[in-house]
């Protein structure tokens, strides 16, 4: 016979028999009523499972969202979080994409990404990933505007990535030039030496130079597919004036470089998906904005493979 095993509060776990007698035996030891029966101590333990791993769920750290913060001297990206991650890693995959890493962190089952108010500096927009792919960390990819200089920081259980303008300090390109640069008398004294004349480089050719001209804006269409699709599929007036005047930037130049004869085709296939993605993303386009973003897509590589 086992008896009086563990006291809980006013409640007794234990009385239980093991002689086959009755289960309303009263304890000999405590004058509280013992349970009646063995579903009361299943119960009692599955309440205390429950407790403890809603305990546990409640103490992993969650994403909650992100904002964005304008400053005088810099453009701020916070992504608020439950909890302080552990640790925080940023990449840069280009010139223009910043990858953001931080963890241990629970995601949102799906991923999410939004685009940065026109006029603001630095940044375009951010995707987030998530579901399993994440891995149980932040996985983010900040898309620029312009190449900005980036720092990470931790302040409780915020993540702050800021952008401030990357330029190098002109006083130490001076003084670096000025201390390369020869004296005026040695320049007197030395005897003039005929040099030979530098071979003249070969001339790019149009289309390879029209290729370098137009790169930046397949770059930039590239970049703009997640945020392209996102708000053709759940369109609100403010993202889709912001992706269309990216869109517009895009067109600007596809409309501002000379077109070679032998690439006017795949110049006019890029132009026709450049305008297909506007019409997608405009606040007065009545139709299907998600087949037409698609059609822009498929347009744009149409053009990659004639390039």
Request: aromatic share 4%; with cysteine.
């Amino acid at each position: 016979m086992i008896s009086e095993l563990l006291t809980i509060g006013d409640c007794t776990i234990g009385d239980l028999i093991g002689d086959g007698s009755s289960f309303n035996h009263q304890s000999p030891i405590t004058n509280r009523q013992p349970f009646t029966n063995h579903k009361s101590l299943i119960t009692i333990v599955t309440l205390f499972v429950s407790v403890f791993s809603a305990v546990a769920q409640a103490a992993e750290t969650r994403f909650q969202h992100v904002s964005l913060l304008n400053a005088r001297d810099r453009v701020s990206l916070v992504f608020e979080l439950t909890g302080e991650p552990q640790n925080v890693a940023t990449r840069r995959v280009s010139g223009a994409v910043l990858e953001l890493d931080a963890g241990p962190v629970v995601m949102p089952a799906r991923a999410t990404s939004f685009m940065a108010p026109a006029g603001t500096r630095f940044v375009m927009g951010v995707s987030i990933q998530g579901g399993e792919a994440t891995a149980g960390r932040l996985k983010a990819r900040i898309t620029l505007l312009e190449r900005a200089r980036t720092a990470v920081r931790v302040v409780g259980r915020r993540v702050y990535v800021d952008f401030s303008l990357d330029t190098p300090p002109a006083t130490q390109r001076t003084e670096r030039t000025a201390l390369s640069a020869p004296p005026a008398a040695a320049h007197a004294v030395a005897p003039a030496v005929s040099t030979p004349a530098a071979p003249v480089p070969p001339s790019t050719s149009g289309r390879d130079a029209y290729r370098l001209a137009i790169q930046p804006a397949i770059d930039r269409f590239d970049e703009l597919k997640p945020f392209l699709l996102s708000a053709a599929a759940s369109p609100s007036e403010p993202v889709l004036k912001a992706v269309g005047s990216t869109l517009i930037g895009i067109q600007g130049l596809l409309l501002s470089v000379d077109v070679p004869a032998e690439s006017r085709h795949a110049h006019d296939v890029l132009s026709s998906a450049v305008a297909a993605a506007v019409t997608a993303v405009s606040p007065t386009f009545g139709g299907d904005r998600a087949a037409q973003a698609k059609q822009a897509l498929g347009l744009l590589e149409q053009a990659r493979a004639t390039w």
